[in-house]
């Protein structure tokens, strides 16, 4: 099945700095490749996603971009803010787009 | 925004028992999904649920589990005879089409004792 890596499992970065999150996967037949922030007892909240037919997405502040070839995909944001603290993971859906899996997660301190 | 609602948002229940936990997914959503995290693990995938039957299902999700639509609103997941190591956050999520825009609920956080 499939596997999906996340790096680093922290993070911490000063205010207005960018963060990069990376995420790799194993699964050739991933299709759909979200983003979740989770913040502290709460679910997961999808913040951005991307496609497979896709390299690169923006939004405002985060972007995602994706290596097929590699499969490999990743997060960033810029100019980070104290409320960009959070839990990030990243994830892949099966080709059957019945089944997330998740990498393990990524824990941004964004200090003021 | 619509929202995906869990109940309780945390449940104490004696090693063995029986619990319920309860969804409701966003109201036009035709695929429902429930996912556990072990605190300071991965969020796993346990079930997949459209047109009223188990699409999917993960190695955890074993006898001791089922899922129910009882009704056109509510979804549910019943754990048999709990164990000390069912103790995890429970999340349940839906979306409109196949394999994109999950929406998670917040959880309910099981603690079995």
């Known amino acids: 099945g499939e596997n999906v890596e996340q790096h680093p499992s922290t993070l911490s970065v000063q205010e207005g700095d960018s963060a990069v999150i990376k995420c790799t996967y194993s699964?050739?037949?991933?299709?759909?490749f979200p983003w979740y922030k989770q913040e502290l007892g709460k679910g997961p909240q999808l913040i951005i996603d991307?496609?497979?037919?896709?390299g690169e997405k923006k939004d405002q502040r985060i972007a995602v971009t994706l290596n097929k070839t590699a499969k490999h995909f990743s997060l960033h944001i810029t100019e980070t803010q104290p409320e960009d603290s959070a839990v990030y993971f990243c994830?892949?859906?099966?080709?059957?787009?019945?089944?997330?899996?998740f990498g393990g997660g990524t824990r941004l301190m964004v200090k003021p | 925004e619509p929202e995906v609602t869990q109940t309780p948002s945390h449940q104490v229940t004696q090693m063995g028992q029986e619990v319920i936990l309860r969804c409701v997914p966003i109201s036009n959503h035709l695929y429902f999904y429930w996912y556990r995290q072990i605190l300071g693990q991965k969020v796993e995938f346990l079930v997949s649920?459209?047109?009223?039957?188990?699409?999917?299902k993960s190695e955890i999700f074993d006898d001791q589990f089922s899922v129910e639509r009882p009704d056109g609103s509510n979804f549910t997941l019943k754990i048999r005879s709990t164990k000390l190591e069912d103790s995890a956050m429970y999340f349940c999520a839906s979306s409109l089409g196949q394999g994109r825009g999950y929406t998670f609920g917040s959880g309910t956080r099981l603690t079995v004792v």
């Open positions: 994830a892949a859906v099966n080709n059957a787009g019945n089944m997330l899996t």
């Open positions: 649920f459209y047109n009223n039957e188990i699409s999917e």
């Open positions: 991307i496609r497979s037919n896709v």
């Open positions: 699964d050739s037949a991933s299709n759909y």
